[in-house]
């Protein structure tokens, strides 16, 4: 199974080179159409400026032999100028025409219309000639001879002109043709690079899904397995925290009865000694079994109707000589007399020995702890307060998972009490929360559901408790 860095790294180069084959891909194309569509406009304009050239020449040619028949005709020297002038500008056109980067039939074409124009501007000049030497002559004949010989001239060269024209057409229409096909070729090109890129990315979404799937059927073994092991290790902390207890009660029962019968004092010591540890090992136990059943969600309470006041007067009897050997100040009060709860005594006495037990743990000398009891609608509310270092804000949610411990120097616990007690609130349908400042002590405070007169009475029998997660 691949380690998460492994696979996070095949990830990122996996899409890395994905994306970079879109881009290179995208680029490909941009740069593709950008240079075709330039190559294209290089073209038309050149196509269009060697038109505008041909038709320039065209109507200079008309200019050139509309007013050199007026001349020829009437012998008007402006006329001639004005030829004169649409004949320079139309070298000038021929000559601007030749300098365009032509296709040999184009060059062809250009050079039929030069032929047709010196022909024509040979005999223009022949009859030019002839005006000027007879200035007075009748301009009939000289027209005769133009239409004779000049118009035909004039039609050749508009021919020319006019095939060369459709030339550029042709030209046009064919490269407009080609420009066509290469866009479709890119079309394609661009399609089946798409078709890649898919393929490609469709690649590795499907072997990142197999690692992915791999990686899922292996962790869901692994919490199955877990699951598992955790089931029969509860089972076997069950079955020894059981098979435990008869020795140990055997233990303790002979420490106590060597205790009372022996009549050596250091005998009577060390049964004493063995008799608490005996006892320090059962309460282990029980706590075991009480963590094994409510891990597995099989913890249930059988409560009962419960004063209040004789809890109380059970806790003071226990913690009172022991807070008064610490030198800590232990109060109890209880505002509305007379309260009862429905829970199971044993575990509630579990529950306040265990809050009382933290509280004269962490509370230094010169102390105070204080346990009071109220109504808090049909619950009564129980509440242990300290004056002890206190717990900082991020802890108050974690203190009550299982094995959770404050790293206080000197005291030592199994992390295990306030687990606990949380199960056997939540099985008598109360809640257990604490509220803490650090350097100002803190307070426990767990409720329980009133009964008889006092409160809703609950149903009787066992109550069970949700498991908690580990």
Known sequence: MPTRRRFEARARVGYAILTLLLTAGMA???RRFSSMTDAQLAWIRAEEREITLVERLRWNCALTVANGRGYLISGDEVLLQF???????????????????LSPTALQRVEEVEQAARDFLRVREALFEVRRQSPSEDAGPLARRIDAELVPLRRALDASLTRLVEHKEGAMRQHYDRARADLDRLEVRMYTLLGALVLAGLGVAWYFTRLLGGSYDQAREAREAARK?????????????????????????????LRRTSDAEKVRHHAESIEHVAQRMAHLIGTMLDVTTMEAGQFTVTPAPCAVDELLRETLDVFGPLAESRQIRFEQRVEEPDLVVHGERERVLQVLSNLLGNALKFTPQGGRVTLTVDREGAMARFTVTDTGPGIPGEHLESIFRRFWRDDVPGKRSTGLGLYIARGIIDAHGGRIWAESEVGRGARFCFTLPLAGPAGREAPAGEIGAPSHPA
């Open 28 to 30: 490909f194309s941009v």
């Open 83 to 101: 030829s004169e002038e649409a004949r320079a500008r139309f070298d000038e056109s021929v000559r601007a025409l030749r300098g365009q980067a």
């Open 229 to 257: 092991a955790v089931a029969v290790r509860d089972e076997l902390m069950g079955i020894v925290a059981h098979d435990l207890r008869n020795p140990l009660g055997a233990i303790t029962l002979k420490a106590a009865l």
